[in-house]
């Protein structure tokens, strides 16, 4: 059964600074990832996703995503981390259903 | 707004009772999806389905059931509730059957407190 693992509960980072939240996989066969980001008391909101094709991925609010295959992972990216970038972001695989991760909560400082 | 539209949105109920849950997916899509949210247990997803036939079947007890009907809406039924299904249950709607890549669009939710 696929699955994917977030092995980070937390990440700190400064506003202005790069960051980047972790996400391993673990699929049979070609994988579909996605990555979502939850604000307070509001749905899950899709970012980006990964089909096929080039490894690196763009999405919303200037959100970036590298597909490795070598290392089955599929990290999320930002070049500049703004405070409103707060929240909480799960990333998901899809194989028929779809499976998140247990979420890493973003906390951007000013 | 997603334009999946979730019934209510907060409910308190007590033990022991049933609660049904209602949901309206986004204008066009087929497939429905039912995932609960814990503060303890992440996102669990508990059934999906299309068209109206379930589709795939997650971490779904048997206290629990969900259908959807002819007019695509989606209804999940808690019965027997115990102080751990207090959650946030979400509704999430696609236009294809699972397979694909197709995203998910969520609805805002139903925060079901059991005291």
């Known amino acids: 059964a696929q699955s994917v693992a977030q092995p980070e509960d937390q990440v700190n980072v400064a506003e202005g600074n790069p960051l980047t939240v972790k996400c391993t996989y673990s699929?049979?066969?070609?994988?579909?990832l996605f990555w979502y980001v939850q604000y307070p008391n509001r749905g899950l909101q899709f970012l980006l996703k990964?089909?096929?094709?080039?490894?690196l991925v763009k999405g919303s609010y200037g959100f970036e995503a590298e597909f490795n295959k070598s290392q089955t992972s599929f990290h999320l990216k930002k070049p500049s981390a703004l405070v409103s970038d707060s929240a909480l972001y799960f990333c998901?695989?899809?194989?028929?259903?779809?499976?998140f991760g247990a979420g890493t909560r973003l906390t951007v400082k000013p | 707004d997603s334009g999946v539209t979730q019934t209510p949105k907060h409910l308190i109920t007590a033990t022991g009772q049933r609660v049904t849950l209602r949901c309206s997916p986004r204008?066009?899509?087929?497939?429905v999806y039912w995932y609960q949210q814990s503060l303890d247990q992440g996102l669990q997803f508990l059934i999906q389905?299309?068209?109206?036939?379930?589709?795939a079947k997650g971490n779904i007890l048997e206290r629990f059931s969900a259908q959807q009907f002819p007019d695509l809406h989606s209804e999940l039924n808690l019965s027997s509730l115990e102080l751990g299904d207090s959650a946030l249950y979400f509704c999430?709607?696609?236009?294809?059957?699972?397979?694909?890549?197709?995203?998910?669009?969520f609805g805002a939710g139903s925060r079901l407190t059991v005291l």
């Open positions: 998901a695989v899809r194989d028929g259903d779809m499976r």
């Open positions: 389905y299309y068209n109206g036939e379930e589709r």
């Open positions: 699929v049979s066969g070609n994988p579909y």
């Open positions: 204008s066009g899509d087929l497939s």
């Open positions: 999430a709607s696609s236009t294809s059957q699972g397979t694909g890549a197709n995203v998910l669009t």
């Open positions: 990964y089909i096929t094709g080039d490894n």
